[in-house]
Protein backbone atom coordinates (compact mmCIF):
# COMPACT_ATOMS: atom_id res chain seq x y z
CA UNK A 1 0.00 0.00 0.00
CA UNK A 2 2.72 2.24 1.02
CA UNK A 3 4.16 1.62 -2.20
CA UNK A 4 1.31 2.26 -5.00
CA UNK A 5 -1.11 4.51 -2.76
CA UNK A 6 -4.95 5.71 -3.89
CA UNK A 7 -3.75 9.07 -5.28
CA UNK A 8 -2.36 7.46 -8.01
CA UNK A 9 -5.57 6.06 -9.20
CA UNK A 10 -5.94 8.05 -11.67
CA UNK A 11 -2.75 7.40 -12.99
CA UNK A 12 -3.38 3.84 -12.69
CA UNK A 13 -6.47 3.72 -14.51
CA UNK A 14 -5.18 5.42 -16.98
CA UNK A 15 -1.80 2.85 -17.36
CA UNK A 16 -5.09 0.28 -17.00
CA UNK A 17 -6.32 1.64 -21.01
CA UNK A 18 -2.78 2.06 -22.10
CA UNK A 19 -2.30 -1.76 -21.30
CA UNK A 20 -5.94 -3.04 -22.76
CA UNK A 21 -6.28 -4.46 -19.44
CA UNK A 22 -10.07 -3.85 -19.79
CA UNK A 23 -10.83 -6.34 -22.42
CA UNK A 24 -12.42 -8.89 -21.19
CA UNK A 25 -10.06 -12.23 -22.87
CA UNK A 26 -6.60 -12.53 -22.13
CA UNK A 27 -4.55 -11.58 -24.47
CA UNK A 28 -1.32 -13.64 -25.52
CA UNK A 29 -0.32 -14.45 -28.78
CA UNK A 30 2.28 -16.75 -30.07
CA UNK A 31 5.74 -14.93 -29.99
CA UNK A 32 4.46 -12.22 -27.42
CA UNK A 33 8.53 -10.65 -26.72
CA UNK A 34 7.11 -7.88 -24.72
CA UNK A 35 10.32 -8.04 -21.74
CA UNK A 36 9.03 -7.49 -18.44
CA UNK A 37 8.61 -3.87 -17.15
CA UNK A 38 10.68 -2.66 -14.45
CA UNK A 39 7.83 -0.44 -13.84
CA UNK A 40 5.97 -0.21 -10.91
CA UNK A 41 2.43 -2.51 -11.46
CA UNK A 42 -0.62 -0.15 -11.57
CA UNK A 43 -2.43 0.29 -8.49
CA UNK A 44 -5.52 -2.02 -8.14
CA UNK A 45 -3.70 -4.93 -9.52
CA UNK A 46 -2.84 -7.93 -8.38
CA UNK A 47 0.10 -10.12 -9.49
CA UNK A 48 1.55 -13.03 -9.71
CA UNK A 49 5.07 -13.82 -11.08
CA UNK A 50 6.06 -17.20 -12.30
CA UNK A 51 9.94 -17.18 -10.74
CA UNK A 52 12.38 -18.67 -13.19
CA UNK A 53 13.77 -21.44 -10.87
CA UNK A 54 14.70 -23.84 -13.17
CA UNK A 55 13.69 -27.23 -12.66
CA UNK A 56 10.77 -26.67 -9.16
CA UNK A 57 8.14 -23.93 -8.00
CA UNK A 58 8.40 -20.56 -6.83
CA UNK A 59 5.30 -18.34 -7.60
CA UNK A 60 5.01 -14.51 -5.63
CA UNK A 61 1.65 -13.15 -5.63
CA UNK A 62 1.15 -9.29 -4.78
CA UNK A 63 -1.52 -8.18 -3.70
CA UNK A 64 -2.98 -4.70 -4.84
CA UNK A 65 -2.44 -3.44 -1.16
CA UNK A 66 1.16 -4.81 -1.63
CA UNK A 67 0.74 -8.22 0.69
CA UNK A 68 3.11 -10.82 -0.60
CA UNK A 69 2.66 -14.91 -0.40
CA UNK A 70 6.00 -16.42 -1.70
CA UNK A 71 4.36 -20.09 -3.27
CA UNK A 72 7.70 -22.36 -2.80
CA UNK A 73 10.91 -21.35 -3.79
CA UNK A 74 12.70 -23.83 -6.21
CA UNK A 75 15.30 -25.70 -5.65
CA UNK A 76 18.05 -25.00 -3.22
CA UNK A 77 20.45 -23.89 -6.22
CA UNK A 78 17.22 -21.36 -7.24
CA UNK A 79 17.91 -19.47 -3.90
CA UNK A 80 20.06 -16.41 -4.75
CA UNK A 81 17.74 -15.63 -7.81
CA UNK A 82 14.51 -15.95 -5.78
CA UNK A 83 16.21 -13.44 -3.53
CA UNK A 84 16.68 -11.03 -6.50
CA UNK A 85 13.70 -11.80 -8.40
CA UNK A 86 11.56 -11.08 -4.85
CA UNK A 87 13.83 -7.66 -4.58
CA UNK A 88 13.26 -6.69 -8.27
CA UNK A 89 9.48 -6.63 -7.09
CA UNK A 90 9.76 -4.61 -4.39
CA UNK A 91 9.53 -7.11 -1.76
CA UNK A 92 10.43 -6.10 1.54
CA UNK A 93 9.01 -8.92 3.85
CA UNK A 94 6.76 -11.96 2.82
CA UNK A 95 3.25 -11.69 5.29
CA UNK A 96 3.13 -15.55 4.12
CA UNK A 97 5.83 -18.37 2.80
CA UNK A 98 3.94 -21.24 1.42
CA UNK A 99 5.64 -24.95 0.90
CA UNK A 100 3.52 -26.93 -0.86
CA UNK A 101 4.99 -30.21 -0.10
CA UNK A 102 8.42 -30.77 1.27
CA UNK A 103 10.64 -31.68 -2.02
CA UNK A 104 13.63 -29.70 -2.21
CA UNK A 105 12.23 -28.18 -5.47
CA UNK A 106 9.72 -26.02 -4.07
CA UNK A 107 11.70 -25.84 -0.58
CA UNK A 108 15.14 -25.97 -1.25
CA UNK A 109 15.46 -21.78 -2.07
CA UNK A 110 13.71 -20.80 0.86
CA UNK A 111 16.30 -20.72 3.56
CA UNK A 112 17.90 -17.89 1.18
CA UNK A 113 14.49 -16.62 1.58
CA UNK A 114 14.16 -16.66 5.26
CA UNK A 115 17.93 -15.80 5.59
CA UNK A 116 16.79 -12.12 3.36
CA UNK A 117 13.13 -11.11 4.38
CA UNK A 118 11.34 -11.18 7.10
CA UNK A 119 8.51 -14.16 6.57
CA UNK A 120 5.60 -13.19 9.14
CA UNK A 121 3.78 -16.65 8.44
CA UNK A 122 4.66 -19.83 6.82
CA UNK A 123 2.11 -22.57 5.72
CA UNK A 124 3.08 -26.04 4.76
CA UNK A 125 0.90 -29.63 4.17
CA UNK A 126 2.38 -30.90 7.95
CA UNK A 127 3.88 -34.11 6.03
CA UNK A 128 6.73 -35.39 7.96
CA UNK A 129 9.36 -36.02 5.93
CA UNK A 130 12.79 -36.57 6.73
CA UNK A 131 15.18 -34.92 4.16
CA UNK A 132 17.96 -32.74 5.27
CA UNK A 133 16.50 -29.68 3.28
CA UNK A 134 13.47 -29.76 4.68
CA UNK A 135 14.63 -30.71 8.61
CA UNK A 136 17.27 -27.07 7.99
CA UNK A 137 13.67 -25.26 7.24
CA UNK A 138 12.06 -25.99 10.19
CA UNK A 139 14.99 -25.32 12.41
CA UNK A 140 15.37 -22.43 10.32
CA UNK A 141 11.55 -20.97 11.23
CA UNK A 142 11.81 -22.22 14.44
CA UNK A 143 15.18 -19.88 15.34
CA UNK A 144 13.41 -17.05 13.39
CA UNK A 145 9.83 -17.72 15.70
CA UNK A 146 8.27 -18.09 12.37
CA UNK A 147 4.33 -18.43 13.15
CA UNK A 148 3.38 -21.80 11.30
CA UNK A 149 -0.17 -22.87 10.01
CA UNK A 150 -0.69 -26.22 8.65
CA UNK A 151 -2.88 -26.01 5.82
CA UNK A 152 -5.87 -28.17 6.06
CA UNK A 153 -8.75 -28.20 3.38
CA UNK A 154 -11.82 -25.29 4.30
CA UNK A 155 -9.40 -22.62 5.37
CA UNK A 156 -9.29 -19.11 4.19
CA UNK A 157 -6.59 -17.00 3.95
CA UNK A 158 -7.26 -13.20 3.63
CA UNK A 159 -4.81 -11.15 2.51
CA UNK A 160 -6.82 -7.76 2.44
CA UNK A 161 -10.45 -6.99 1.62
CA UNK A 162 -11.44 -8.97 -1.12
CA UNK A 163 -8.00 -11.06 -1.82
CA UNK A 164 -8.35 -13.82 -0.45
CA UNK A 165 -6.65 -17.82 -0.63
CA UNK A 166 -9.33 -20.96 0.06
CA UNK A 167 -7.30 -23.98 0.96
CA UNK A 168 -8.41 -26.85 -1.23
CA UNK A 169 -5.35 -29.53 -0.11
CA UNK A 170 -4.06 -31.63 1.28
CA UNK A 171 -6.98 -33.36 2.02
CA UNK A 172 -7.53 -34.27 6.03
CA UNK A 173 -6.92 -36.76 6.34
CA UNK A 174 -3.92 -36.84 4.44
CA UNK A 175 -3.06 -39.55 1.82
CA UNK A 176 -1.55 -42.77 2.87
CA UNK A 177 1.35 -44.44 1.02
CA UNK A 178 -1.31 -47.12 0.29
CA UNK A 179 -3.55 -44.56 -1.29
CA UNK A 180 -1.41 -43.59 -4.16
CA UNK A 181 0.12 -45.89 -6.96
CA UNK A 182 3.70 -47.49 -6.26
CA UNK A 183 5.99 -45.73 -8.59
CA UNK A 184 4.46 -41.92 -7.37
CA UNK A 185 4.96 -39.68 -4.42
CA UNK A 186 2.36 -39.46 -1.69
CA UNK A 187 4.29 -35.90 -0.49
CA UNK A 188 2.97 -34.35 -4.17
CA UNK A 189 -0.35 -35.78 -3.68
CA UNK A 190 -1.01 -34.17 -0.21
CA UNK A 191 0.32 -30.42 -2.03
CA UNK A 192 -1.17 -27.54 -0.80
CA UNK A 193 -3.93 -26.81 -2.99
CA UNK A 194 -4.81 -23.00 -2.61
CA UNK A 195 -7.31 -20.80 -4.90
CA UNK A 196 -6.70 -17.15 -5.09
CA UNK A 197 -9.72 -15.25 -6.06
CA UNK A 198 -9.83 -11.04 -6.32
CA UNK A 199 -13.48 -9.99 -8.00
CA UNK A 200 -14.01 -12.05 -10.65
CA UNK A 201 -10.28 -13.14 -11.27
CA UNK A 202 -9.22 -16.68 -9.84
CA UNK A 203 -5.92 -19.27 -10.25
CA UNK A 204 -5.41 -22.11 -8.55
CA UNK A 205 -2.01 -22.76 -7.56
CA UNK A 206 -1.56 -26.83 -7.21
CA UNK A 207 1.76 -27.52 -6.26
CA UNK A 208 2.92 -30.89 -7.51
CA UNK A 209 -1.10 -32.35 -6.50
CA UNK A 210 -1.22 -35.59 -8.94
CA UNK A 211 -4.90 -37.51 -10.31
CA UNK A 212 -5.73 -38.58 -6.43
CA UNK A 213 -5.49 -34.75 -5.49
CA UNK A 214 -8.04 -34.01 -8.56
CA UNK A 215 -10.32 -36.40 -7.94
CA UNK A 216 -10.62 -35.82 -4.37
CA UNK A 217 -10.99 -31.55 -5.07
CA UNK A 218 -13.29 -32.70 -7.62
CA UNK A 219 -15.58 -34.94 -5.32
CA UNK A 220 -15.34 -32.89 -2.71
CA UNK A 221 -17.44 -29.98 -4.50
CA UNK A 222 -14.59 -27.62 -4.47
CA UNK A 223 -15.21 -24.34 -6.76
CA UNK A 224 -12.25 -25.39 -9.00
CA UNK A 225 -12.84 -22.72 -11.47
CA UNK A 226 -9.86 -20.36 -12.35
CA UNK A 227 -8.89 -17.85 -15.10
CA UNK A 228 -5.55 -19.21 -15.04
CA UNK A 229 -4.30 -22.63 -13.41
CA UNK A 230 -1.02 -23.39 -12.40
CA UNK A 231 -0.39 -27.08 -14.00
CA UNK A 232 0.14 -29.72 -10.95
CA UNK A 233 3.84 -31.12 -10.73
CA UNK A 234 5.49 -29.52 -13.94
CA UNK A 235 2.97 -31.22 -16.05
CA UNK A 236 3.82 -34.53 -15.11
CA UNK A 237 1.99 -37.57 -16.70
CA UNK A 238 0.38 -38.45 -12.83
CA UNK A 239 -1.68 -34.75 -13.07
CA UNK A 240 -3.76 -32.45 -14.69
CA UNK A 241 -6.72 -35.07 -15.90
CA UNK A 242 -9.10 -34.35 -18.78
CA UNK A 243 -12.27 -33.77 -16.13
CA UNK A 244 -9.97 -31.98 -14.16
CA UNK A 245 -9.43 -29.05 -17.14
CA UNK A 246 -13.07 -29.41 -17.69
CA UNK A 247 -13.64 -28.66 -13.76
CA UNK A 248 -11.28 -25.85 -13.22
CA UNK A 249 -11.97 -24.20 -17.35
CA UNK A 250 -8.85 -21.90 -17.40
CA UNK A 251 -8.38 -19.91 -19.57
CA UNK A 252 -4.34 -20.02 -19.32
CA UNK A 253 -2.23 -22.66 -18.00
CA UNK A 254 1.29 -21.95 -16.24
CA UNK A 255 3.89 -24.41 -16.58
CA UNK A 256 6.56 -24.14 -14.15
CA UNK A 257 9.74 -26.38 -14.90
CA UNK A 258 13.08 -26.23 -15.65
CA UNK A 259 14.88 -26.74 -19.30
CA UNK A 260 16.86 -29.86 -19.99
CA UNK A 261 15.19 -31.69 -16.74
CA UNK A 262 15.59 -35.41 -16.62
CA UNK A 263 11.79 -36.29 -15.41
CA UNK A 264 10.12 -35.93 -18.92
CA UNK A 265 8.19 -32.65 -17.40
CA UNK A 266 6.33 -31.28 -19.20
CA UNK A 267 4.78 -34.77 -20.44
CA UNK A 268 3.44 -34.80 -23.91
CA UNK A 269 0.33 -36.30 -22.77
CA UNK A 270 -0.52 -33.15 -20.38
CA UNK A 271 0.61 -30.82 -23.39
CA UNK A 272 -1.97 -32.43 -25.89
CA UNK A 273 -4.51 -32.41 -23.13
CA UNK A 274 -4.27 -28.56 -23.10
CA UNK A 275 -3.79 -27.80 -26.80
CA UNK A 276 -7.15 -30.34 -27.17
CA UNK A 277 -9.00 -27.98 -24.33
CA UNK A 278 -7.52 -24.68 -26.16
CA UNK A 279 -6.27 -23.37 -23.11
CA UNK A 280 -2.90 -20.80 -23.76
CA UNK A 281 0.16 -21.99 -22.20
CA UNK A 282 3.11 -20.63 -21.10
CA UNK A 283 5.74 -22.57 -19.57
CA UNK A 284 8.68 -21.54 -17.31
CA UNK A 285 11.45 -23.38 -19.34
CA UNK A 286 10.78 -21.31 -22.77
CA UNK A 287 9.48 -18.21 -21.24
CA UNK A 288 11.38 -17.37 -18.21
CA UNK A 289 9.66 -15.59 -15.79
CA UNK A 290 6.23 -14.91 -16.22
CA UNK A 291 4.13 -12.45 -14.70
CA UNK A 292 0.16 -12.28 -14.31
CA UNK A 293 -1.92 -9.36 -13.44
CA UNK A 294 -5.72 -8.83 -13.18
CA UNK A 295 -7.79 -5.80 -11.71
CA UNK A 296 -9.97 -8.21 -10.38
CA UNK A 297 -12.47 -8.52 -13.76
CA UNK A 298 -9.90 -8.77 -16.72
CA UNK A 299 -6.20 -10.48 -16.63
CA UNK A 300 -3.27 -10.96 -18.59
CA UNK A 301 -0.17 -12.84 -18.61
CA UNK A 302 3.68 -11.81 -19.81
CA UNK A 303 6.24 -13.96 -20.49
CA UNK A 304 9.89 -12.51 -20.53
CA UNK A 305 10.61 -14.51 -23.42
CA UNK A 306 8.57 -15.57 -26.37
CA UNK A 307 8.30 -19.39 -26.94
CA UNK A 308 6.45 -20.93 -30.59
CA UNK A 309 3.23 -22.74 -30.42
CA UNK A 310 5.49 -26.08 -31.88
CA UNK A 311 7.70 -25.44 -28.56
CA UNK A 312 5.05 -24.85 -25.85
CA UNK A 313 3.09 -28.13 -26.93
CA UNK A 314 6.41 -29.95 -27.26
CA UNK A 315 6.79 -32.43 -23.99
CA UNK A 316 9.61 -34.04 -22.91
CA UNK A 317 10.81 -37.66 -22.71
CA UNK A 318 11.93 -38.86 -19.25
CA UNK A 319 15.31 -39.97 -19.53
CA UNK A 320 15.67 -41.31 -15.64
CA UNK A 321 13.28 -43.66 -13.47
CA UNK A 322 10.60 -41.46 -12.30
CA UNK A 323 10.39 -44.05 -9.17
CA UNK A 324 13.49 -42.43 -7.67
CA UNK A 325 13.08 -38.92 -9.33
CA UNK A 326 9.64 -38.09 -8.88
CA UNK A 327 9.60 -34.00 -7.30
ZN1 LIG B 1 8.11 -30.53 -7.88
Known amino acids: MQLW ?11 FFTFGLLSCRPKIEEGHDKPLSDEPAPGGNLRIYA ?79 GSATYEKLLREIQENKTPYIKAVRGQSIELE ?32 VLRLSYGSFAMLFTGDAEFETEDRMMKAGANLQANVLKIGHHGSRHATSGKFLTAVAPQFAIISVGANNDYG ?41 KATLAQTWAGRQPVRNELTVNP
Open 161 to 192: PGVKFDVYGPPDPLFKESDIGADRSVQNANSV
Open 265 to 305: HPAQLTMDRLKKANIKTLRTDLSGEIEIFSDGKAFDARPSR
Open 5 to 15: GRQFFGIFLLA
Open 51 to 129: LDVGQGDGLLVISPQGKTVLIDAGPTEAGDEVVAALRNHGVKQLDLAVATHPHADHIGGMKKVFDSFRVRKFLDSGQTY
